[in-house]
């Protein structure tokens, strides 16, 4: 009797049990949060399951539906998209003219922005494109995302950020310019960082962020057989608020021309101590443009990178970013973002001067 009075005392006073209590009630409460906040966003769509893809809709459908507010000053917050339709028809046979999108989407205003004119929008997203010699890829894709996202109800801007020079590509700087010169025009609730060859093929995908955690548009793309490649694959299409962005200290800006930056961004998403929200595979459907990078591309969708993220998040980022602004201007369809952003460090190649030594 006495032993067994000893040991729950002891129990009581060991640290490693308090500590262990006051974890479990962190994690029950949490799941109570998130329970709640969830609802704004995942159940405002009751989805049927599974989605039927062999049938689907044209994406500018029932979109002239969406006619100005009598009354603009008294508008009411959108309710439900009464015209989503879930899977999308997307092809890329012909390319679309730009007089032919601007002609299907009239409400959108100079710098590709939109708000509904029949509704408050209730979410705010700046979508961020990194881009650089894929003038193709961009008709294809402000075609499909512009109407996508006015089925959606969502008061939205397209930033291109147009990678100057000869250097190699930066996805993942280019990404940061476009948060910092997006942020300086408008207080947006979500930034949604976007491949400009990936087509979303669902439109209850919607493109706002979850308050709580980053989240994952992009979760079956056709060229992976729409299928999950890893289970910390992060890249396509994300979406994080400002607040999410600036608690990883944004994205590396060091990763050249080579993959695993989203890696990166998903090991210090891991170390910030967030978790990451993945569309369901079957909403989350994208169709990827092919004009013959796709199989390299798929490539480095397969597998994660090896990392130091660990050591490097806290000075490379958002606080040690530097870029020159070549020009920032509203075209009709996109705000044109001209960025050079330095070329990579050239670094001794360590083979080559191990056997000069020698
Ligand atoms: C388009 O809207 C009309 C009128 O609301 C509706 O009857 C029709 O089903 C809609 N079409 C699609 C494909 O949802
Ligand atoms: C963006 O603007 C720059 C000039 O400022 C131009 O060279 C570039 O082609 C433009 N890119 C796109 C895709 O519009």
């Not at 910030?272 to 004009?291: E, F, S, T, W």
């Amino acid at each position: 009797m006495a032993f067994g009075k000893k040991m729950s005392l002891s129990r009581v006073e060991n640290p490693c049990f308090l500590l262990f209590l006051i974890i479990f009630q962190a994690i029950f409460i949490l799941i109570l949060y998130r329970g709640s906040n969830s609802t704004v966003y995942q159940t405002s769509f009751p989805l049927p399951r599974p989605l039927d893809y062999s049938k689907t809709e044209d994406v500018y459908t029932n979109l002239s539906l969406f006619t100005p507010a009598p009354d603009k000053a008294n508008m009411r917050y959108c309710s439900e998209s009464p015209i989503l339709v879930g899977p999308l028809a997307v092809t890329f046979d012909t390319l679309p003219s730009e007089e032919t999108i601007i002609s299907k989407n009239p409400y959108v205003q100079s710098g590709g922005h939109y708000s509904p004119p029949h509704c408050e929008a209730r979410y705010k997203t700046a979508v961020i494109v990194p881009h650089k010699n894929h003038e193709k890829h961009l008709q294809h894709f402000l075609y499909y995302l512009h109407p996508f996202l006015q089925r959606q109800q969502i008061n939205y801007c397209i930033y291109l950020i147009h990678q100057a020079g000869s250097g190699p590509f930066n996805r993942a700087k280019l990404l940061n310019v476009g948060v910092r010169e997006a942020m300086k025009d408008d207080d947006w609730d979500c930034l949604l960082l976007h491949d400009v060859d990936l087509i979303p093929e669902n439109d209850y995908n919607v493109y706002a962020c979850d308050d709580y955690f980053p989240k994952q548009l992009s979760t079956a793309i056709d060229k992976l057989y729409y299928s999950f490649p890893y289970w910390s694959f992060f890249g396509g299409v994300i979406a994080l608020t400002p607040e999410h962005y600036m608690k990883i200290n944004g994205f590396p800006n060091t990763f050249w021309d080579k993959d695993g930056e989203d890696d990166d961004i998903a090991e210090r998403i891991a170390i910030a101590g967030m978790g990451i929200d993945r569309v369901p595979l079957y909403v989350g459907h994208y169709k990827m443009i092919d004009y013959g990078q796709a199989a390299e591309r798929v490539q480095n969708l397969k597998r994660p990178a090896e990392l130091n993220t660990k050591k490097t998040w806290r000075d490379d980022g958002m606080n040690s970013l530097e870029y020159k602004l070549l020009g920032k201007k509203k075209y009709r369809l996109y705000v044109n973002i001209t960025v050079d952003i330095g070329a990579a460090p050239v670094l001794p190649p360590e083979g080559k001067s191990k056997g000069n030594k020698a």
